[in-house]
């Protein structure tokens, strides 16, 4: 078990570059998947809810919302309710590119999984999500 936070670690780097090499094309790059599902999941999402939900600073949040803005993925509007807050949505662009980043994910799952079983696939499943558990616990309890 030691080490286990480094070898997340590296299969994390491992999908950003990967994300990176196939996605380019597109104009997005692997680092700002992860904000574009959870804009695309939660529609009028706000900034500071995104922070929360992907464990980042809210500094990087305005700088990947400002990127994906600019390369007309996401658009910003301010709350009318709270001048300090910024709501994002998805563009069409961003929705019709949401099945080939499916199939980008789909193919780096197979390539990393080779040669696990269907059990150990579902175990390794299981523990992760009792992982993201926790560490949602322990922030929640932060704020």
């Known amino acids: 078990m030691a080490g286990f936070l480094k070898d997340l670690n590296a299969i994390s780097r491992g999908t950003t570059l990967f994300r990176d090499e196939k996605l380019r094309e597109y104009g997005l790059t692997g680092h700002q998947v992860k904000y574009l599902f959870a804009v695309c999941n939660g529609e009028g999402v706000s900034q500071d809810e995104l922070a929360k939900s992907l464990f980042v600073n809210k500094s990087n949040v305005a700088r990947q919302m400002s990127a ?76």
């Not at 993925?73 to 910024?86: G, L, N, P, T, W």
């Not at 999984?113 to 309890?141: M, P």
Request: hydrophobic share 35%.
């Open 68 to 143: 994906l803005e600019e390369a007309g993925f996401v658009r910003r509007e301010q709350s009318a309710e709270d001048k300090r807050v910024y709501k994002v949505w998805p563009t069409r662009k961003a929705e019709e590119l949401l099945p080939v980043i499916r199939a980008v994910n789909a193919e780096w799952k197979a390539i990393i999984c080779e040669g696990l079983t269907e059990e150990e696939r579902e175990g390794l499943s299981a523990v992760l999500e009792k992982l993201i558990s926790n560490a949602r616990r322990y922030e929640e309890g932060r704020s």
